[in-house]
């Protein structure tokens, strides 16, 4: 059911689910999220808030805005790595800036590369609505992982 | 749509969410969290790891822990607070120490505040399985808001 | 004993004290830390790493890291504030990349601006080499203050 | 210059360090922060907060709780190692919750383990007064590294 990433380095991967040809992740299709731009060291995810992200409060659940950074933090860290090679979260932090609603519709969260080690690796994200205004931003710690089970992020 | 607090203390109003008297928020539905213990500064989500909530890899997605922490992380901070008042999320650190998948199957997110000032609050949450096994952990920073239009989280 | 901001906004302050018109603060000065840039938005502090700033591990504590950082993310913040108003630290995240010691020398800590609310304020940071190679980043969340004994930071 | 940790585990060389078989760390040394409890898992270290930890505020520099977090928070990891093995810092994360003054006097930071796998490891820590006041708290995340140079923390 879950995509194969062997034989494939993480751009290319990225590059074909862009293209429709892997099922997009389910958690990724149940909150309408999605990969859009992949290139060395850089993604760009999108997503319409709609009032199925809603927490009690009248805004998105913070966890929309953290999904959405976990997906973009961690592809870009693996658009660098080779077939066989992966990166996995180890810890994520998010920062809400303003609530999103709505109203703001469709959402990009464009992460990039910070750091690339041997064993770890860190990133960045932002998430803006179609003028550039700023909503959640984060940063993320990966480390690396030996491919198993045939199975790949995002 | 969404519940109105107006009048409940925090605490009262979680209790009615947990009596089913309140439609639970449409993020918790969509994700099948649920809030299930509350009482002054702790509380109790829990959650089955199922196949929707899967990336990629074979594991539940990062957002699914992220999701659940920032639930139960905001609402044990609001369990102190009364009619009127309410605290809003700045900022949400997840470590993702297990692999969450199916076979985990039902987990706990217990949360409990850390510290809660004038204007800021911090709280510590956990998410483990049915025999205290530990898959994550998290941390956050929140700041009183003003109930605005009638509706409040979680 | 430590230098006063009355009447200055905080970008006329940090101007003076490049300019050696203030001491620098006590914990700078020990660590040997000094703000050498400072603009709207964004500032630079730089420091020589020694034997003094070393844990038992023979390279720089993350103390050092951590220091510079939470200086540079606080005062980039302030370079926007009016006299009278101020932005203090609610949490501080620091990411170790690589280690920092004596043969590393001279390292530039530079920090922007990423989110200023009417409450609440996000910076970003990064302490980097000569040659611009990273040894650490970081992210803070501030928290808008009334001024009060006439001190302020960093 | 450092103390070798070389033939002792983690919990015999802190325990040697408390009864002052060992020079403390030039950085500790510099700031006042001494060990003074290891037991396994769990750290106890102790400071004074003086003028020379001040930022320009008149409150100690924020760098002050995040050195004795680091501290805490990876020596109670290596609590757990035995020779020859050590988990070094990836990311510290750092509340402030209330300003640390000379008034406050002597505070201590307990951290404790959250997490200890093959290759990573977390924990936690509260900085408190003598009467148990709450100033500052934190998280780490750590990695496994392999003794070098015969150099080790804290």
Redesign the interface.
């Known amino acids: 059911?879950?995509?194969i990433?062997h034989g494939l380095s993480g751009l290319e991967y990225f590059k074909k689910m862009i293209a429709g040809e892997?099922e997009?992740?389910?958690?990724?299709a149940?909150?309408g999220m999605k990969l859009v731009e992949a290139e060395e060291g850089r993604v760009v995810f999108t997503a319409t808030v709609e009032?199925?992200?809603?927490?009690?409060?009248?805004v998105?659940?913070?966890?929309?805005a953290?999904?959405?950074l976990?997906?973009s933090l961690?592809c870009c860290i693996n658009t660098l790595m080779p077939a066989g090679k992966?990166f996995?979260?180890?810890?994520?932090?998010?920062?809400?800036?303003?609530p999103l609603t709505k109203e703001v519709g469709l959402v990009r969260c464009e992460a990039t590369v910070?750091?690339v080690?041997g064993?770890?690796a860190?990133s960045?994200g932002?998430i803006v609505d179609s003028r550039g205004k700023?909503y959640a931003?984060g940063?993320t710690?990966c480390?690396i992982v030996e491919e198993r089970?045939g199975?790949?992020?995002?």
Chains 1, 2, 3, 4 share one sequence.
Do not use: C, Q, W
């Open positions: 059911m879950t995509p990433r892997f997009p992740p389910p958690m990724l149940l909150l009032e199925k992200h809603y927490n009690g409060m009248g998105a659940h913070g966890g929309f953290a999904t959405l976990d997906s961690g992966r996995t979260t180890l810890e994520l932090k998010v920062n809400l800036t303003r910070v750091h080690g064993r770890t860190t960045e932002r700023l931003h940063t710690t480390i089970r199975k790949l992020e995002p």
